[in-house]
């Protein structure tokens, strides 16, 4: 009798612990999203509640008061890099990324806070930056809460925030000039200098176009069937307005990309002798 009294309550622990383990779909699902940017990357965490028929700004998520935007845990931002928001350098690091929505104006909070999930966690005086942002009226609606990053160039992207039908964009610099130019100067006295990608950088940065130049010349020497490369040199010839020359860059680029089979470069070659023409 009391092996069987036993069994039976060892059956209804088990049971017990199984219910405890029960795993459902998650209201508010949590997501991370990682952009790679400048030199390095941008990642926030985040939780995604659904509009499910609710009014939003003004009424779930009030005006004038701390939101942890998002649901469930903190959202927190990761800077793989130091970078520029507001005008103000943001060094590398973890920070909450707090809001306070109003009908015209929002302010934006970068909190030395990762754990803030209600208004009374808060802490205004572990504010690392504030800012102002203008919400905008968007033509659609966005079922659940997003955070995505938008208008992505080498030294500059925004965040925006996406609800129901408001947007908030929050732009981001960074300043990386200084540190490709001195990775440059350096790999340039190795056995294996980054002839092209160092012309790439000097082309689409606007700088020395005539060194930008030099070194095509440099990596063609290097790998001459490289139709890339060509195609490159007659876009930096076309920028230093040498229209004969960029013509025949253009011309053997097509030539070596027909004879790697590389259609794709061959009708970028014709778009690019279009215009030289």
Known sequence: ?????????????????KAQNLKTPAP?????????????????????????GRKIFGDLVPYGKVWRTGANGATVITFGDDVIIDGKPVPAGKYG??????????????????????PAAYKQDQDFLRMKAKPSAMPFKVENFAIVFDEIMPT????????????????????????VTKQIDELMKTDNPPYFSAAMYYMESGKDLNQALSWFDKGIEKNPDAFWMYYQKANCLAKLGKKQEAIAASSKSTELAKTAQNDDYVELNRKLMAKLK
Request: net charge positive; with cysteine; charged share 20%.
């Open 156 to 179: 500059s992207m925004n965040l925006e925030i996406l609800w129901d039908k408001t947007s908030v964009s929050i732009p981001i610099k960074a300043e990386i000039d200084s540190k």
């Open 97 to 118: 990324l707090l809001t306070i929505p109003g009908e015209k104006e929002w302010t934006v909070i970068l909190s030395k806070q990762l754990d803030v999930t209600s």
């Open 28 to 52: 508010s699902p949590g997501s991370t999203v990682k952009q790679d940017f400048a030199l390095s990357s941008v990642e926030v965490s985040y939780s995604r509640p659904a509009v499910k």
């Open 1 to 17: 009798m009391k092996k069987m009294l036993l069994c039976c309550c060892l059956s209804l622990f088990m049971l017990m612990t």
